[in-house]
């Protein structure tokens, strides 16, 4: 069964860059899509994008000009990079596996404060 | 985007008995590429059904899917001690995915 986790800074400061990895163990990274959706307080879960194992994207339009993914399958990694932060990026984030788009493999999430 | 609405929000229902969840969307869901997730208080939200009523592996057959189009329905038919907790919908056919805003299901 795969597994996933994901690690970053719990707190990042307005203005700044989020970024987060998430661990894969369990399975390989291959003709998979690798998923990143996140849940602010009290709203509801927010697809943020995927990335196939190849490196091609796809975004949310809300996020797109702040949002990067990458994959490092030598570490069996995957990564997000969401800019110029603010209050309203304060979410548990979650990164997936995706039988094609479908998310079928969760990771526990993070939380990810933004405040200064 | 495609709004998906669920409804109750809350449900209150002993052991045993039966639930049914609803998911509403704005417009047609391509190819009835709506799914549902259950999650429990600090646990990773699994996938239950998708493609509207296809079953998860490991998922028991009391959970099912039905539906079409814009109207779909999660049921449980003997609610277990397990079963009480959020529920979410996803529609995965347009981008960008959307989730409805969940169903708790809890112990009366």
């Known amino acids: 069964q795969v597994q996933l986790q994901e690690s970053g800074p719990g707190l990042v400061k307005p203005s700044e860059t989020l970024s987060l990895t998430c661990t894969v163990s369990?399975?390989?990274?291959?003709?998979?899509?690798w998923i990143w959706i996140r849940q602010p307080p009290g709203k509801r879960l927010e697809w943020i994008g995927n990335?196939?194992?190849?490196?091609?994207?796809n975004y949310s339009p809300s996020l797109k000009s702040r949002v990067t993914m990458s994959v490092d399958t030598s570490k069996n990694q995957f990564s997000l990079t969401l800019d110029s932060v603010t209050s309203a990026d304060t979410a548990v984030y979650y990164c997936?596996?995706?039988?094609?788009?479908?998310?079928?493999?969760w990771g526990q999430g993070t939380l990810v404060t933004v405040s200064s | 985007e495609i709004v998906l609405t669920q409804s109750p929000g809350n449900l209150s229902l002993s052991p045993g008995e039966g639930a049914t969840l609803s998911c509403r969307a704005s417009?047609?869901?391509?190819?009835?590429?709506l799914a549902w997730y259950q999650r429990r208080p600090g646990q990773a939200p699994r996938v239950l059904i998708y493609?509207?009523?296809s079953r998860a592996t490991g998922i028991p057959d009391r959970l099912s899917g039905s539906g079409s189009g814009t109207d779909f329905t999660l049921t449980i038919s003997r609610l277990e001690p397990e079963d009480f907790a959020v529920y979410y919908c996803?529609?995965?056919?347009?981008?960008?995915?959307?989730f409805g805003g969940g169903t708790k299901v809890e112990i009366k």
């Open positions: 997936a596996r995706g039988a094609g788009w479908l998310p079928d493999n």
């Open positions: 369990g399975g390989s990274l291959s003709n998979y899509y």
């Open positions: 990335i196939y194992y190849s490196g091609s994207t």
């Open positions: 417009q047609s869901v391509r190819d009835n590429y």
């Open positions: 493609g509207a009523s």
């Open positions: 996803l529609q995965y056919g347009d981008s960008p995915l959307t």
